[in-house]
C-alpha cells in the first residue's frame, strides 16, 4: 500500500533561515506528489505539484525516485510561511493519501 | 465566487446517534471527495464521487458510514450508531476534472465539519 511519511511533526527555524520540509513515499508505480498547506483558520489549500515544476511563494520540490522522496524547501523563511504542510501522493487515480503533516514555525 | 461549503462546522452527539454531515462543493465540479482528519494526522480518503456515481468508497471504515450524491452536486456522509472512534474532522474535497492527477485540476477543500462523540 501507498504510504508518506513526514518524519517531523515540527520544524522551527529564524526568519531567513533555509527550510527543508522531508517527505518520503512508498508506492510501486509512477506516484504524483503535491504539498498542501494550511494557514492558520484558513482551509487546506495546494502549494504546489511535482509535475508543474514550479516555485510558489519561494518554496519548490523536485521529486527523487531514486530516494523516494519529494522535499519542500525555501532558501529564506518568512514569518508569513509559518502554517501546517502536508505532503500527499496521488497513486493514478483520483484519491490523495496524505502525510501526518509538519508544523512549520519561523520565528522573527 | 463561493468554495467547497461544509456544514455544520461542528457537531456534538451522543455515542450511538446518527449524524449527516452536508458537503456543498464549487458549481460544476465533476469529482466530490470526502476525508477523515483525526488529531494530529493528515486526512485519510474516505469515499468518492464522480458526478451522482460513487466510484470508490473503499475508505469507509465500516457500513456505519454511508455517503451519497444524488443530484450531482450536493452530498451528505452520514454516520449512524455513532462511535467515539468517530470523532474527527470531516473535510469535503471537490474539483472541476475527473481525475487529480495526469494534470487534472486540483482538489478544493472545505473548511470541514469537526465532530465530537460523547
Known amino acids: 500500500a501507498q504510504r508518506v511519511t513526514q518524519p517531523e511533526k515540527l520544524l522551527s527555524v529564524f526568519k531567513g533561515a533555509p527550510v527543508e520540509l522531508k517527505c518520503n513515499y512508498s508506492?510501486?508505480?509512477?506516484?504524483?506528489l503535491f504539498w498542501y498547506v494550511q494557514y492558520s483558520r484558513q482551509r487546506l489549500q495546494l502549494l504546489l505539484r511535482h509535475i508543474s515544476r514550479e516555485s510558489i511563494k519561494g518554496f519548490t520540490a523536485d521529486l527523487n525516485k531514486g530516494e523516494t522522496s519529494f522535499h519542500l524547501k525555501k532558501p529564506f523563511a518568512q514569518e508569513e510561511d509559518s502554517a501546517m504542510y502536508y505532503c500527499a501522493l496521488s497513486e493514478g487515480g483520483n484519491k490523495l493519501v496524505f502525510g501526518a503533516g509538519t508544523i512549520l514555525r519561523v520565528k522573527s | 465566487g463561493a468554495g467547497v461549503s461544509q456544514s455544520p462546522r461542528y457537531k456534538v452527539a451522543k455515542r450511538g446517534q446518527d449524524v449527516a454531515l452536508r458537503c456543498d462543493p464549487i458549481?460544476?465540479?465533476?469529482?466530490l471527495f470526502w476525508y477523515q482528519q483525526a488529531l494530529g494526522q493528515g486526512p485519510e480518503f474516505l469515499t468518492y464521487?464522480?458526478?451522482?456515481?460513487?466510484?470508490?468508497k473503499s475508505g469507509l471504515p465500516s457500513d456505519r458510514f454511508f455517503a451519497e450524491r444524488p443530484e450531482g452536486s450536493v452530498s451528505t456522509l452520514k454516520i449512524q450508531r455513532t462511535q467515539q472512534e468517530d470523532s474527527a474532522v470531516y473535510l469535503c474535497?471537490?474539483?472541476?476534472?475527473?481525475?487529480?492527477?495526469?494534470?487534472?485540476?486540483?482538489?478544493?477543500f472545505g473548511d470541514g465539519t469537526r465532530l465530537s462523540i460523547l
Open positions: 474535497a471537490s474539483s472541476l476534472s475527473y481525475a487529480v492527477s495526469r494534470g487534472g485540476q486540483p482538489q478544493h
Open positions: 464521487f464522480q458526478n451522482e456515481a460513487q466510484l470508490d
Open positions: 508506492y510501486s508505480g509512477s506516484p504524483e
Open positions: 458549481s460544476g465540479h465533476v469529482s
